[in-house]
């Protein structure tokens, strides 16, 4: 799933910006989703979606650069 979704963190990626994180976060939504474009009425939740999957993938890549979350 979501094979084309591009791995964010070095050696991939030497720098990640906040549009390589939102086209992620987009692609794996719409792949879940099974819609490219949502429909109107679903439009806020798709959109939601898309932030709440960014800010997850910003967490966690600044997590794992920083070492954070080890015990």
Same mark, same amino acid.
């Given at each position: 799933?979501?094979?084309?979704?591009?791995?964010?963190?070095?050696?991939?990626?030497?720098?990640?910006?906040?549009?390589?994180?939102?086209?992620?976060?987009?692609?794996?939504?719409?792949?879940?989703?099974?819609?490219?474009?949502?429909?109107?009425? $679903?439009?806020?939740?798709?959109?939601?979606?898309?932030?709440?999957?960014?800010?997850?993938?910003?967490?966690?890549?600044?997590?794992?650069?920083?070492? $954070?979350?080890?015990?």
């Amino acid at each position: 799933m979501c094979q084309s979704i591009k791995t964010l963190r070095p050696p991939y990626q030497a720098e990640v910006t906040d549009a390589d994180i939102r086209a992620a976060a987009l692609q794996y939504v719409r792949k879940v989703s099974g819609y490219r474009v949502p429909p109107k009425r $679903g439009a806020a939740a798709f959109d939601r979606a898309v932030e709440a999957v960014a800010r997850a993938t910003t967490g966690l890549l600044e997590d794992l650069r920083t070492g $954070g979350g080890r015990e």
